[in-house]
């Protein structure tokens, strides 16, 4: 037993003097301390390297390089309080000291503290506006932070149409607008400008919308909506569009709903429209029909859409498939109240491609019977854009 306990005892000092050997490794100038210290660190010996990092810094105090290396070296290691703590008191001898705030931000970039971030980013570019690198960062905290909720966003859209039974269609329109968040919802205000290549004058319309998507409470939220073509002289778009629907929100991901739509032209045309929904995980299914009200009755159609959600609710692929009589969403034009019944099937894609842009693109098919035992082929495209504002 004496034995071991000898053995252990030399074991002990051998390796506190190895270890001392290798702290007391001497540099003729703190320079050469900077140098060795780096090799250290390159060669993941992080330990050795904040060793001589405080070392130089004892013994030369205002060597700002080694003390952001140091700094450096403890975030690699995700010590980020001891990090901070070296940086607080460079800063306090040199505030305008810009390599030091270009270092917080690489922390809390590290530490994925988006708050930390943002603030820092902001005093960073205060001293140099136009750092490429930390306004991108600044706005990748933006975004995090936003992704919470919901951020102010532009978008604009091209959409056309084209069926050439019983005459050709080409129909071409922009919509522009914007999603404005508010403390119960969000708004949005857009405009359509729709243009019929092909036909005498006239051939272009304009329709005015606001939109509102409102939070009821925990388990219930709401759209309404109005539009209107001041025009009245045109009749490609509805002279008057209201819709309105309200969802609520069930146990294990379900959820229903209930609404109608309504539309002006010549005359008075409403639909009404119930959904059922289900999340499960990354995936959104849902059931919707629509109920058209005709003069001679009654009639229907039914859509199902399945939706994979990638990264976040903002990218994702969708399927819809659809029978019946009723046209689905969107409703645009008057001549898509003139089918008998079709078949349909439409693909949207979104994609996030950085903090500020999304694209969205659509594109859809259906077999239509535009006449009794007569038939036409029929094609969608809607591609666009959504820009965020971020201040």
């Known amino acids: 037993m004496r034995n071991f306990t000898s053995l252990t005892i030399f074991l002990f000092f051998l390796l506190n003097q190895l270890a001392a050997q290798e702290l007391q490794e001497t540099y003729a100038t703190p320079e050469a301390g900077f140098a060795l210290m780096r090799e250290h660190a390159n060669e993941n010996r992080y330990a050795t390297a904040i060793s001589i990092g405080h070392r130089i810094m004892d013994e030369n105090p205002d060597y700002f390089d080694v003390a952001l290396y140091l700094a450096r070296i403890y975030g690699w290691e995700a010590k980020y309080d001891s990090a901070y703590m070296i940086l607080e008191k460079v800063l306090s001898k040199e505030p305008d000291l810009f390599e030091a705030h270009e270092t917080r931000v690489d922390l809390a970039y590290w530490e994925n503290d988006w708050a930390k971030l943002e603030e820092y980013a902001a005093r960073a570019l205060e001293l140099e ?3 490429p690198l930390i306004m991108e960062k600044q706005l990748l905290a933006k975004y995090q932070q936003g992704s919470k909720q919901d951020l102010p966003e532009l978008f604009l859209f091209y959409s056309y149409d084209h069926f050439s039974k019983p005459y050709v269609r080409n129909w071409h329109m922009l919509t522009a607008g914007g999603n404005i968040p508010l403390k119960m919802g969000t708004l949005s205000p857009y405009v359509n400008g729709g243009y019929h ?5 006239p051939s272009t319309d304009i329709q005015l919308n606001m939109d509102g998507y409102l939070n009821l409470g925990k388990k219930n939220y709401a759209m309404a909506g109005y539009g209107f073509s001041p025009d009245g002289a045109v009749n490609y778009l509805p002279g008057h569009r209201a819709a309105a629907e309200i969802w609520q929100v069930l146990p294990k991901g379900f959820a229903l709903s209930a609404g109608l739509r309504y539309f002006y032209w010549d005359q008075h045309f409403t639909f009404l429209t119930f959904s059922g929904e289900k999340y499960a995980g990354d995936y959104w299914f849902s059931f919707r029909n629509y109920l058209f009200f005709k003069d001679y009755g009654v009639s229907g159609s039914y859509y199902l859409s399945a939706r ?20 689905d969403e969107p409703l645009l034009v008057v001549s898509d109240l003139d089918r008998l019944r079709a078949m349909s099937g439409r693909v949207e894609y979104s994609k996030q491609i950085n903090h500020i842009l999304r694209l969205n693109v659509m594109t859809g098919y ?10 036409r082929h029929r094609f969608d ?6 820009i965020r504002i971020i201040k």
């Open 366 to 375: 259906s077999y239509e019977e535009f006449d009794v035992d007569e038939y």
């Open 381 to 386: 495209l809607r591609a666009g854009f959504y």
């Open 308 to 327: 994979r959600y990638f990264e976040d609710k903002f990218n994702y692929l969708s399927l819809t498939l659809g029978y019946g009589t009723a046209p």
């Open 129 to 131: 506006p136009d750092s």
């Open 197 to 201: 290549a092909g036909v005498d004058n």
